[in-house]
């Protein structure tokens, strides 16, 4: 059997040379990822190659039932096996069609990324896709969610190194095609997407697909950093494309519906993050977040958003870590029994039909600490006001912090003891009070960007409202603007903000604006002594103000 939700999407992975718009040829479901061939008046450029010689050569055979043009240039918009490892295919054509040097481009550290991959984590790493991708399951038209299953043997790898990189962004031209590769990191480092402005055609990579990204994927990966995915998609926004053809799933055409699809995904992708964010700053854990945290309904019901290949939870869970580590914030949790000895303990306290209470009361009494505070943290888990629950976990981390050669390990498991008997309570320092010499010498650029993670979310999802701040002491413009549960901020030139209709415009001093926001001072107090000017009603700035948490001293 298989949940409803996965078959709906398997139509989208049929085996088909889709042509969204002349000249671009998208090959679907010959593998895990597409063949896109864009073509030009002398040439093609390819832009990826499957992950193996098979599946390379079905999806040039497809190809070529439109066109016999030759391959005058190879991109590669990554380094997984799914994107490189059919590479030598298009190489070997293009050398007996008389081109046996075409350009193979990527991005400069693409390389380095997939040799760590073959190298140092290869075994781990082959066995866990194996895993994920369903390589020994049935066959089946599901598909691996974005695509329809990986075609992968190592006997298969025709692997075409690239010889031609870039960092930021470059023009090149091929088969007569003016192309532009941008660096958009995101699902991976060394994201590189292909920018086609004559025909407004965007093939945005990995980072968007039809379907919930993968933030974290269960394979393994190292943290990937969504702030820069976010930034990623915001460049490729302001492209303004008319036809986005990604390397899973299928093309979208019209410009309304990729802005719509765009905006939509990476407003996802920052909501999760930033309240992810939000509620490690409250102390809350990796756990109960993942538990909680959910799209707003209107993203989570959005066509290339449902959870069918990444999933809000993995994510959470992934966001927290790459902020704090593996350590949840639980003294339990720091030297928990192995495995092994947790399941043989487990199996003994459900065989022998006594409580959980009585059985953590027993193993503090007995001296067996770490066993004790894992059940007594089961126990608060359950009954969080239960002052037993929590007495009895204290008793078992005082006894551990008592017995630990370790100074950290020590204060914290002491310190959280006296929080969970109430003699101790730890809260941050509230933003009035930090010296304000502290608060003028913050730079203006992230101190911006640190609004989006302080957002009330739940007050503001059915909110569309943007915010211009002018600072004029540093010359520079943000634009804020809080849509449906994210705030999305981005320094802005003004030719950027023509056509903005803004609902409010800021005109301040940035060291003046850091204040007001760190309640440092009042907007009001400002506005009356001239240093800040509104265009727009001043009680809109205290209302946007208040969509966003900050701390104050009480009294």
Same mark, same amino acid.
């Given at each position: 059997g298989a949940h409803p939700g996965l078959a709906a999407p398997a139509r989208l992975l049929d085996r088909e040379l889709v042509e969204p718009v002349d000249g671009v040829y998208v090959a679907v479901g010959f593998a895990l990822?597409? @063949? /896109?061939? &864009? *073509?030009?008046?002398?040439?093609?450029?390819? /832009?990826?190659?499957t992950e193996g010689r098979p599946s390379a050569e079905d999806a040039l055979a497809a190809i070529r039932t439109v066109t016999d043009k030759p391959i005058a240039a190879l991109v590669l918009t990554h380094n997984h096996a799914d994107h490189v490892f059919g590479g030598r295919v298009f190489v070997e054509d293009a050398a007996r069609r008389g081109h046996p040097d075409i350009p193979i481009w990527a991005h400069a550290s693409m390389s380095d990324h997939l040799d760590r991959v073959v190298n140092v984590l290869r075994d781990v790493i082959e066995v866990r896709s194996m895993r994920m991708f369903g390589t020994f399951l049935p066959p089946s038209s599901l598909g691996a969610g974005i695509g329809l299953r990986l075609r992968f043997r190592p006997q298969d790898i025709a692997l075409a190194r690239p010889d031609h990189t870039f960092e930021d962004e470059v023009d090149i031209e091929a088969g007569g095609l003016a192309l532009r590769l941008l660096h958009v990191p995101g699902e991976t480092d060394d994201q590189v997407a292909v920018w086609w402005p004559d025909r407004r055609v965007l093939l945005p990579a990995d980072d968007i697909y039809q379907a919930f990204p993968n933030l974290y994927t269960i394979r393994g990966t190292p943290t990937r950093d969504v702030r820069a995915w976010v930034a990623s998609l915001d460049r490729m926004r302001d492209l303004h494309? *008319?036809? %986005? +053809?990604?390397?899973?799933?299928?093309? %979208? @055409?019209?410009?309304?519906? +990729?802005?719509?699809?765009?905006?939509?995904?990476?407003?996802?992708?920052?909501? @999760?993050?930033?309240?992810?964010?939000?509620? &490690?700053?409250?102390?809350?854990?990796?756990?109960?977040?993942?538990?909680?945290?959910?799209?707003?309904?209107? %993203?989570?019901?959005?066509?290339?958003?449902?959870e069918r290949y990444g999933r809000v939870s993995w994510s959470v869970r992934s966001i927290c870590d790459g902020y704090l580590g593996w350590f949840d914030g639980r003294g339990a949790d720091l030297e928990p029994l192995a495995p092994a000895e947790r399941g043989r303990r487990m199996m003994a306290a459900f065989s022998a039909?006594?409580?959980?209470?009585?059985?953590?009361?027993?193993?503090l009494a007995a001296g067996d600490l770490q066993w004790a505070a894992e059940l007594g943290q089961l126990w608060v888990d359950a009954e969080p006001a239960s002052p037993e629950a929590r007495g009895v976990l204290a008793d078992a981390l005082e006894g551990l912090g008592h017995r630990s050669d370790n100074a950290n390990a020590r204060n914290w498991v002491l310190t959280e003891a006296e929080e969970l008997r109430g003699t101790l309570h730890i809260e941050p320092t509230p933003t009035d009070v930090a010296p304000v010499a502290l608060v003028d010498g913050l730079p203006i650029d992230p101190f911006m960007q640190a609004l989006s993670t302080r957002l009330r979310a739940e007050d503001v999802l059915d909110v569309d409202w943007q915010a211009v701040f002018e600072f004029t002491d540093i010359d520079r413009r943000y634009l804020v603007h809080v849509r449906r549960g994210v705030a999305? +901020?981005?320094?802005?030139?003004? *030719?950027? %903000? /023509?056509? /903005?209709?803004?609902? &409010?415009?800021?005109?301040?001093?940035a060291r003046t604006w850091k204040r007001i926001a760190s309640q440092h001072e009042h907007a009001l107090a400002a506005a009356a002594r001239g240093d800040l000017a509104v265009d727009g009603d001043l009680a809109d700035l205290v209302k946007l103000l208040r969509w966003f948490e900050r701390r104050q001293a009480p009294g």
């Open positions: 990822a597409n @063949v /896109v061939a &864009l *073509e030009g008046p002398d040439g093609l450029v390819i /832009v990826d190659s494309a *008319e036809v %986005l +053809v990604p390397q899973h799933t299928r093309p %979208l @055409v019209g410009a309304e519906q +990729v802005e719509d699809t765009l905006t939509a995904y990476r407003d996802a992708i920052q909501y @999760v993050h930033d309240q992810a964010v939000r509620g &490690l700053n409250a102390g809350r854990t990796a756990d109960e977040l993942a538990a909680t945290i959910r799209l707003p309904p209107h %993203l989570a019901s959005h066509p290339w958003l449902a039909g006594a409580s959980l209470p009585s059985q953590a009361r027993a193993a999305e +901020v981005r320094p802005r030139s003004p *030719e950027q %903000l /023509v056509g /903005v209709d803004a609902d &409010l415009t800021i005109r301040t001093t």
